[in-house]
């Protein structure tokens, strides 16, 4: 998919939710996501699968402090510390069109995207083993690792705990059909 600039407006964001509705555990019922966004003075707030994606619309401050906001309602309303890793619309688009996997020809449903809270260090990331999980492979590019999982991202050990604590941030991943849904909606709320 691709989608032109000027299509994405500004004010436009995601919201990539960590641990939510995943194996029954931290269960967060959609419409109260949604509501948990529009008390924090967003509009147009969407969601798109029971995983915790959230494209939403926010005035000129912009929507990258809304992820803290975000995270300490969640618990304050259901007790769950999540993590929420927020990128513009114009972000998004940059990262969908910058995979250097896609340019090679992977299978797409191989591909998978993990968004990092913060950037890495250089030196943490010329750390990491290229060979840590033979067949699979990796990308730090900015605040993305994009990986390409032949054999299914289940059986890798390109794990986010394995990010998380080399890198010495939060990462949560996306497959790269939901990084594309999440392209669609946030240029339809353009």
Sequence with gaps: MTTKNSSIATGVNVALLRGINVGGKNRLP????VALFVDAG????????QSGNVVFRTGPAGGEDISSVISASILDHFGYRVPVVVRTARELQKI?????????????????????AELPDSASVEALDPERSPGDEFAVMGREIYLHCPNGVARSKLTNSYFDSRLSTTSTSRNWRTVQKLLELAAAAS
Excluded: S, W
């Design 30 to 33: 959609m419409q109260e996501l």
């Design 42 to 49: 967003c509009e147009d707030v969407r969601t798109y699968i």
């Design 96 to 116: 969908a069109q910058g995979n250097p996997f896609v340019a090679a020809g992977a299978e797409k449903d191989k591909l998978h995207v993990m968004f990092l």
